[in-house]
């Protein structure tokens, strides 16, 4: 069981938007930012948002991420075949003095 | 540009310990606000954050696995390692090593390791 609560799938079809939603407590997300990453079939995870809301400058601005409290979304607009792949929320917990992550939601784009 | 690359047996006993050492190329382990760490991924399911090291050597672990985890650094051969004591086969994985980013703004993992499988099993 992951400390970060996240759908276990998602789907679109192409150009539309979607969002995934991520769950925590004040002890994790409430308290500290969340990063998302992406992680394509075979592939190793690379860092998608983070600080909540930032996208490293090869991330397209199709992706962007907001958090309220202790729950973070992933929005993905314009959605695109290629990206079709598993995507966590993590973040610090700062009472396990831990990373944590979500349990990764499957998107699929039909 | 910095790439990292995980390597070591690709069979484990049960019981036994699991070793697998992470190599940096193309820039300097000890350069930088950076803290090492190791994260795991059993197939078809999420990543686990097993633990992590600073350059000064000071680690974090999580707490569900520090009983057995040993994280290390060496310096001069640009390596971090990871000792995993009395395995499972729920310890079966992809084991990623991954850099930290850590500063007072931003904290992320910013590289990561291909993965090395470790498969434990008699």
């Known amino acids: 069981q992951s400390v970060l609560t996240q759908p276990p799938s998602a789907s679109g079809t192409p150009g539309q938007r979607v969002t995934i939603s991520c769950s925590g407590s004040s002890s994790n997300i409430g308290g500290n930012t969340v990063k998302w990453y992406q992680q394509p079939p075979g592939t190793a995870p690379k860092l998608l948002i983070y600080s909540n809301n930032q996208r490293p400058s090869w991330v397209p601005d199709r992706f962007s991420g907001s958090k309220s409290g202790t729950s973070a979304s992933l929005a993905i607009s314009g959605l695109q075949s290629e990206d079709e792949a598993d995507y966590y929320c993590s973040t610090w917990d700062d009472s396990l003095n831990a990373w944590v992550f979500g349990g990764g939601t499957k998107l699929t784009v039909l | 540009q910095v790439q990292l690359q995980e390597w070591g047996p690709g069979l484990v006993k049960p019981s036994q310990t699991l070793s697998l050492t992470c190599t940096v190329s193309g820039g300097s382990i000890s350069s930088g606000n950076y803290y090492w760490s190791w994260i795991r991924q059993p197939a078809g399911k999420g990543l686990e954050w097993i633990g992590r090291?600073?350059?000064?050597?000071?680690?974090n672990y999580n707490p569900s696995l520090k009983s057995r985890v040993s994280i290390s650094i060496d310096t001069s051969k640009n390596q971090l390692s990871l000792k995993m004591s009395s395995v499972t086969a729920a310890d079966t994985a992809v084991y990623y090593c991954a850099r930290e980013v850590s500063t007072s703004v931003r904290r992320y993992f910013d590289l990561w390791g291909r993965g090395t499988l470790v498969t434990v099993s008699s």
């Open positions: 090291i600073y350059t000064s050597g000071s680690t």
